[in-house]
């Protein structure tokens, strides 16, 4: 079958496999060298130093940019690298337009590139089109996208944001880590650069940092690759060997743990003892019909506000048995973390205040464990706080 063909999810599991010279190894092979003899005098071969490129990490490449469909792809040393890396365009003076509810280290990232005059920046509810249409009022370079939000699971309509930052005249880039290519692909719905923290799903064994942003421009894409090149934050061949050993799992992964998620999310939904709980897969969740229209599934994460604030969290968290108390998501094991003691204590209380995070709020990354082992837990940690 011709490769361009293939279903997605042949191309996580099967792309480049078979396909070794050597050996006939049918898994590719791991290159760790760091450099590659020329061919003759004046002769380099397809590889020459591996900052610039290597065989492992182009493999990682090659699959990524077929799964959201882009032209190219840049596989970086994390998720940070990877937004810094879709960002590079920007020039001191222009205005970045972003979500007043990102994730936290990207809150941290473009503030201080901001403070140091190399961009400037506009954080915004991007579901709030009068808000959004006034900041790209302004003249706009670049609009960066975060859907579904973290860690309240805003949804922005995607394919409404390409059309008014192409009118802008502006670069469209969205962070898609928290769904993967196998729920939504942003490319196809109007944006110029997806960014991936691979470190969550697309890896999904919670044992690699890495980034990676994919263009749907070959230019633009080659123009990327450069400047990761020159500034060194390509990933390292090891970590792209695990993350394309992961990413072969990647959809039945997200697809089993998604039907996890919507159980937890249903049963908390439920419990008096949880204020609210943010699921787009909820009817109720305001996001919902654009998050059915532009995803293919409602994704692993949720978050939710236990009612007694800080104090009940404080006991939730110490009753839980399956759920681990810990930052990251996108694991085949279930989390929970506590976004303004951890993953948003970075944020300045105001700001965080202003996106909804409040000290009762609890976000879940729901693994690959039996449903009924993830409600039992949830149940008795639940009955603990109300224990006291
Ligand atoms: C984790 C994360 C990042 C940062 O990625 P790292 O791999 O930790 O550098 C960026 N965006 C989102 C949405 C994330 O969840």
């Given at each position: 079958m011709a490769d361009e063909n293939r279903r997605a999810e042949t191309i996580a599991a099967a792309n480049g496999i078979g396909t070794d010279t050597a050996f006939g190894a049918v898994t590719p092979p791991l290159y760790l060298s760091t450099t590659y003899t020329f061919a003759e005098f004046e002769k380099a071969r397809a590889y020459d130093y591996a900052r610039l490129g290597n065989p492992t990490r182009d493999q990682l490449a090659d699959t990524l940019a077929k799964l959201e469909g882009g032209a190219r792809a840049v596989v970086v040393s994390s998720g940070m690298a990877a937004l810094d890396l879709a960002l590079s365009p920007l020039r001191p003076g222009d205005l970045l337009v972003a979500p007043h509810d990102c994730y936290g280290g990207t809150h941290r990232l473009l503030s201080m590139r901001a403070a140091r005059g190399h961009y400037r920046v506009a954080f915004v509810d991007q579901t709030d089109e009068a808000a959004l249409a006034a900041a790209l009022a302004e003249g706009a370079r670049v609009v960066l996208t975060e859907t579904p939000s973290n860690p309240l699971m805003r949804i922005t309509d995607v394919r409404r944001v390409a059309a008014l930052a192409k009118a802008a005249g502006a670069l469209f880039v969205v962070d898609n880590t928290f769904l993967s290519p196998a729920l939504q692909r942003p490319l196809a719905l109007g944006a110029d650069l997806v960014v991936h923290?691979?470190?969550?799903?697309?890896?999904?064994?919670?044992d690699v940092i890495g980034g990676a942003v994919v263009a749907a421009d070959a230019a633009l894409g080659d123009e990327l690759a450069a400047w990761a090149n020159t500034v060194g934050v390509t990933g390292s061949p090891f970590d792209a060997y695990l993350t394309l050993r992961g990413v072969r799992t990647l959809f039945p992964r997200i697809e089993r743990q998604s039907r996890n998620a919507a159980a937890v999310a249903a049963f908390l939904d439920a419990h008096p003892a949880v204020a609210r709980v943010y699921y787009p897969?909820?009817?109720?969740?305001?996001?919902h019909a654009v998050a059915k229209a532009q995803q293919s599934g409602f994704g692993a994460m949720l978050s939710a506000e236990i009612a007694g604030g800080r104090e009940a969290v404080r006991r939730l968290v110490g009753a839980l048995q399956v759920f681990s108390l810990a930052e990251s998501l996108g694991g085949i094991e279930s989390l929970i973390a506590h976004p303004v003691t951890m993953t948003h204590a970075a944020m300045d209380p105001e700001a965080r205040e202003r996106a909804g995070v409040g000290d009762g709020l609890v976000r879940l990354s729901v693994g690959l464990e039996a449903e009924e082992d993830l409600l039992a837990d949830l149940a008795r940690a639940l009955d603990a706080v109300a224990a006291g």
């Amino acid at each position: 079958m011709a490769d361009e063909n293939r279903r997605a999810e042949t191309i996580a599991a099967a792309n480049g496999i078979g396909t070794d010279t050597a050996f006939g190894a049918v898994t590719p092979p791991l290159y760790l060298s760091t450099t590659y003899t020329f061919a003759e005098f004046e002769k380099a071969r397809a590889y020459d130093y591996a900052r610039l490129g290597n065989p492992t990490r182009d493999q990682l490449a090659d699959t990524l940019a077929k799964l959201e469909g882009g032209a190219r792809a840049v596989v970086v040393s994390s998720g940070m690298a990877a937004l810094d890396l879709a960002l590079s365009p920007l020039r001191p003076g222009d205005l970045l337009v972003a979500p007043h509810d990102c994730y936290g280290g990207t809150h941290r990232l473009l503030s201080m590139r901001a403070a140091r005059g190399h961009y400037r920046v506009a954080f915004v509810d991007q579901t709030d089109e009068a808000a959004l249409a006034a900041a790209l009022a302004e003249g706009a370079r670049v609009v960066l996208t975060e859907t579904p939000s973290n860690p309240l699971m805003r949804i922005t309509d995607v394919r409404r944001v390409a059309a008014l930052a192409k009118a802008a005249g502006a670069l469209f880039v969205v962070d898609n880590t928290f769904l993967s290519p196998a729920l939504q692909r942003p490319l196809a719905l109007g944006a110029d650069l997806v960014v991936h923290s691979t470190t969550k799903f697309i890896n999904g064994h919670s044992d690699v940092i890495g980034g990676a942003v994919v263009a749907a421009d070959a230019a633009l894409g080659d123009e990327l690759a450069a400047w990761a090149n020159t500034v060194g934050v390509t990933g390292s061949p090891f970590d792209a060997y695990l993350t394309l050993r992961g990413v072969r799992t990647l959809f039945p992964r997200i697809e089993r743990q998604s039907r996890n998620a919507a159980a937890v999310a249903a049963f908390l939904d439920a419990h008096p003892a949880v204020a609210r709980v943010y699921y787009p897969g909820l009817s109720s969740h305001p996001g919902h019909a654009v998050a059915k229209a532009q995803q293919s599934g409602f994704g692993a994460m949720l978050s939710a506000e236990i009612a007694g604030g800080r104090e009940a969290v404080r006991r939730l968290v110490g009753a839980l048995q399956v759920f681990s108390l810990a930052e990251s998501l996108g694991g085949i094991e279930s989390l929970i973390a506590h976004p303004v003691t951890m993953t948003h204590a970075a944020m300045d209380p105001e700001a965080r205040e202003r996106a909804g995070v409040g000290d009762g709020l609890v976000r879940l990354s729901v693994g690959l464990e039996a449903e009924e082992d993830l409600l039992a837990d949830l149940a008795r940690a639940l009955d603990a706080v109300a224990a006291g």
